[in-house]
């Protein structure tokens, strides 16, 4: 059995002691000496970092589109927000990749009222790695509205017919009826939302879920509403047909050209088209007409894309729109005006002395160049330059405006008596 010497026990705590705090000092003195190598490790990494993917500063290639945050609730914004312009910092491998969705844009609108308004654009970067360092501008013109619900027919609007030997039938939607809102100004001119269809490719019963889009009743869309549902379930029974025929296209014209203007001619072409249909609808149709063709007011010539009006039930073969070329000439016509000559040439201290107190003057042009015609601005003169007294006939010359030309002056000849 071991026994310690006397006195044994104390001299081994001390050693133990000693040994303890020779480790500690060892270990305290490893640990700065760790630290001091990670934070040399990250500062290098930092460096060479640097070094091989530099920060760049510049301007985002693209334009960021501004979202309007809390709008007030009985208002709507009209029009749209310009985009602004960014310009960031991002390493230098990370430009190619960054795009509008880079940062967020957005213009809070909490607390302003009804009209036209300023407010600052407020721009947040999606990654952390992109600092956002200036926006261009700093603030945006908004435009508030009042907040308008309508509720607007629902329309279908045939963009092009069955393939051949098919025809189409009355088409079944719903819902029938659908709530347009948005900035009063735009809603009030929305007259309906119509679902375009396409059943160029339909054989059978036609059944899709179309996007609805707000239109005006003169045809073009308004942006700026939205529409509620914003879809329509469409069908279309399709049957098929195998009569077919070719029909001649007459051009549909209303309205009249401006005063002095006329219609000269309307070209369709092509001249006819094939159509497929019922035997008993095709066998009385000799033409089709246009959609209507506006020529109102119209003072010059011009070429329409327009679709064809077909009975219900019929359907155009291979196209459902004609070029209708509209050739609008000035009305030509003739007017008479009484001048009175002018003597020119006269030598001084001679007299002269016509034997006509007015020359009738007849003139030809186009209607509105004759009716701003006056008799003012034509002028007649006879030249008596050279001669010495006596009497003489002489031809007396017109001088008319532009596009207006003579037709006859009389009388062709005049008197003159020289003093």
């Given at each position: 059995?071991?026994?310690?010497?006397?006195g044994?026990?104390?001299?081994?705590a001390?050693e133990?002691?000693?040994?303890?705090l020779g480790?500690?000092?060892?270990?305290?003195q490893?640990?700065?000496?760790?630290?001091?190598?990670?934070?040399?490790?990250?500062f290098?990494?930092?460096?060479?970092?640097?070094e091989?993917?530099?920060?760049?500063a510049?301007?985002?290639?693209?334009?960021?589109?501004?979202?309007?945050?809390?709008?007030?609730?009985?208002?709507?914004?009209?029009?749209?927000i310009?985009?602004?312009?960014?310009r960031?910092?991002?390493?230098?491998?990370?430009?190619?990749?960054?795009?509008?969705?880079?940062?967020?844009?957005?213009v809070?609108?909490?607390?302003?009222?009804?009209?036209?308004?300023e407010?600052?654009?407020?721009?947040?970067?999606?990654?952390?790695?992109?600092?956002?360092?200036?926006?261009?501008?700093?603030?945006?013109?908004?435009e508030l509205?009042v907040?308008r619900?309508?509720?607007?027919?629902?329309?279908?609007?045939?963009?092009?017919?069955?393939?051949?030997?098919?025809?189409?039938?009355q088409?079944?939607f719903?819902?029938?009826?659908?709530?347009?809102?948005?900035?009063?100004?735009?809603?009030?001119?929305?007259?309906?939302?119509?679902?375009?269809?396409?059943?160029?490719?339909?054989?059978?019963?036609?059944?899709?879920?179309?996007?609805?889009?707000?239109?005006?009743s003169?045809g073009?869309?308004?942006?700026?509403?939205?529409?509620?549902?914003?879809?329509v379930?469409?069908?279309?029974?399709?049957?098929?047909?195998?009569?077919?025929?070719?029909v001649a296209?007459a051009?549909?014209?209303?309205?009249?050209?401006s005063?002095?203007?006329?219609?000269?001619?309307?070209?369709?072409?092509?001249?006819?088209?094939?159509?497929?249909?019922?035997?008993?609808?095709?066998?009385?149709?000799g033409?089709?007409?246009?959609?209507?063709?506006?020529?109102?007011?119209?003072?010059?010539?011009f070429s329409r894309?327009?679709?064809?009006?077909?009975?219900?039930?019929?359907?155009?073969?291979?196209?459902?729109?004609?070029?209708?070329?509209v050739?609008?000439?000035?009305?030509?016509?003739?007017?008479?005006?009484?001048?009175?000559?002018q003597?020119?040439?006269v030598?001084?201290?001679?007299?002269?002395?016509?034997?006509?107190?007015a020359?009738s003057?007849?003139?030809?042009?186009?209607?509105?160049?004759?009716?701003?015609?006056?008799?003012?601005?034509?002028?007649?003169?006879?030249n008596?330059?050279?001669?010495s007294?006596?009497i003489?006939?002489?031809?007396?010359?017109?001088?008319?405006?532009?596009?207006?030309r003579?037709?006859?002056?009389?009388?062709?000849?005049?008197?003159?008596?020289?003093?």
């Amino acid at each position: 059995m071991f026994e310690a010497p006397p006195g044994g026990g104390r001299r081994v705590a001390r050693e133990v002691r000693r040994a303890s705090l020779g480790f500690l000092g060892q270990f305290g003195q490893n640990m700065s000496l760790g630290a001091l190598a990670l934070g040399l490790s990250i500062f290098l990494w930092v460096f060479i970092s640097n070094e091989q993917n530099p920060p760049r500063a510049g301007i985002l290639p693209v334009r960021i589109p501004v979202q309007p945050v809390n709008v007030p609730q009985d208002l709507d914004l009209l029009g749209r927000i310009e985009p602004v312009v960014v310009r960031v910092s991002a390493p230098t491998d990370l430009w190619g990749q960054m795009n509008e969705s880079t940062v967020e844009a957005t213009v809070d609108l909490d607390g302003m009222k009804e009209g036209e308004g300023e407010a600052p654009v407020r721009v947040q970067s999606r990654d952390a790695r992109v600092k956002v360092l200036e926006v261009i501008p700093t603030r945006v013109r908004v435009e508030l509205d009042v907040l308008r619900r309508q509720v607007v027919p629902v329309q279908i609007n045939f963009q092009q017919g069955p393939p051949l030997g098919f025809a189409s039938e009355q088409p079944r939607f719903d819902p029938e009826q659908v709530i347009v809102q948005g900035p009063e100004r735009l809603v009030a001119a929305v007259s309906a939302a119509v679902a375009d269809v396409n059943l160029s490719t339909a054989r059978s019963l036609f059944r899709q879920s179309l996007q609805l889009v707000p239109r005006a009743s003169r045809g073009y869309d308004i942006s700026g509403v939205r529409v509620e549902p914003h879809t329509v379930v469409v069908e279309v029974p399709i049957t098929r047909q195998i009569n077919y025929v070719s029909v001649a296209v007459a051009p549909e014209l209303r309205g009249s050209p401006s005063p002095g203007y006329w219609v000269a001619e309307a070209r369709v072409s092509p001249l006819t088209v094939a159509v497929v249909g019922p035997q008993d609808v095709l066998q009385p149709l000799g033409a089709v007409k246009t959609q209507p063709i506006d020529v109102g007011l119209a003072t010059a010539s011009f070429s329409r894309i327009i679709g064809l009006d077909l009975p219900l039930g019929v359907n155009a073969v291979d196209r459902n729109q004609v070029q209708v070329d509209v050739v609008i000439r000035p009305v030509s016509g003739t007017a008479v005006f009484q001048v009175a000559p002018q003597l020119v040439g006269v030598p001084p201290g001679f007299s002269a002395q016509l034997d006509v107190p007015a020359v009738s003057v007849v003139v030809a042009g186009e209607g509105p160049s004759l009716r701003e015609l006056t008799a003012d601005k034509i002028t007649v003169t006879v030249n008596a330059g050279g001669r010495s007294p006596g009497i003489y006939v002489l031809v007396p010359q017109v001088v008319l405006p532009p596009n207006i030309r003579l037709v006859r002056a009389t009388p062709e000849q005049v008197g003159i008596t020289i003093r």
